[in-house]
């Protein structure tokens, strides 16, 4: 199993994960940074739209980045 980190970019910064989660591989990673990205999207007044949610290995190197998209108005 090899340890991912699921970070926060956005409006000049980034919000680091600093536990990561092992998992078996880059595709569960991928999911993992699609849930979370879904969940950010649901956030109230869309704070979190135009982020994108990085998964990164302990070495650093990028696996995906994922788009937090505009919340959908009929959940908000």
């Keep these: 199993m ?3 980190f699921f970070d926060r970019i956005g409006n ?3 919000e680091y994960d ?8 880059n595709a569960r990673a991928r999911q993992i940074a699609e849930l979370i990205a879904m969940d950010l999207e649901l956030s109230p007044e869309g704070e979190w739209s135009g982020w994108t949610v990085g998964v990164y290995t302990p070495k650093g190197e990028c696996c995906v980045l994922i788009p937090v998209k505009d919340p959908d108005p009929a959940f908000v």
Excluded: F
Excluded at 18 to 25: F, V
């Design 18 to 25: 600093y536990r990561g989660k092992r998992l078996a591989s």
């Design 2 to 4: 090899r340890r991912y």
């Design 12 to 14: 000049g910064r980034k």
